[in-house]
């Protein structure tokens, strides 16, 4: 069961650095628009993470739910030491990605924010005016008051 855990745990620290490597990846392709690439990257990346979790049910399922640091703890300190540096180098992976991860999320939040406002402004002047209220002078004015105005004329 020990060789299973390390060897889970090394899949695992070299999974996460790819993950992490793949997110940078995307992180550059964002900034450079690359519509096709960061879609690409996104099915990889979706993969790698479905496959991160598999193993680390694997895990949970052969220490019938204890953790791996508990499981580490009731080893001789030979065997247990190099399942805490797997440990420690698994959870440095993961926060690694999850920071990239955020910084992607947050770019591609921006550059939806920066697409729709575009969009809308080029929407604003391509929609024409509207025109159905006559003015004083005869004809259409082509802006309505929003505002409440006296009303002026003869009795």
Do not use: C, W
């Not at 996460?16 to 628009?33: N, Q, S």
């Not at 220490?63 to 030979?78: F, H, I, P, Q, S």
């Amino acid at each position: 069961m020990y060789t299973l855990i390390h060897a889970s745990l090394a899949r695992q620290e070299k999974a996460l650095g790819l993950l992490r490597d793949l997110l940078e990846e995307e992180y550059r392709a964002l900034l450079a628009r690359g519509t096709d690439t960061v879609v690409a990257l996104e099915f990889s990346v979706q993969e790698l993470v479905r496959q991160l979790a598999v193993e680390k049910d694997m895990v949970i399922r052969f220490l019938g739910g204890t953790r791996v640091a508990d499981y580490a703890d009731m080893l001789e300190e030979e065997r247990a030491e190099p399942l805490r540096d797997l440990l420690a180098a698994v959870d440095a992976g993961e926060q690694g990605a999850a920071r990239q991860a955020a910084r992607n999320s947050q770019l591609s939040l921006a550059l939806l924010d920066q697409s729709s406002r575009t969009l809308q402004a080029l929407t604003s002047k391509a929609v024409p005016p509207a025109a159905d209220v006559y003015g004083r002078r005869g004809g259409m004015r082509t802006r309505v008051r929003p505002d409440a105005a006296l009303i002026s004329g003869r009795l």
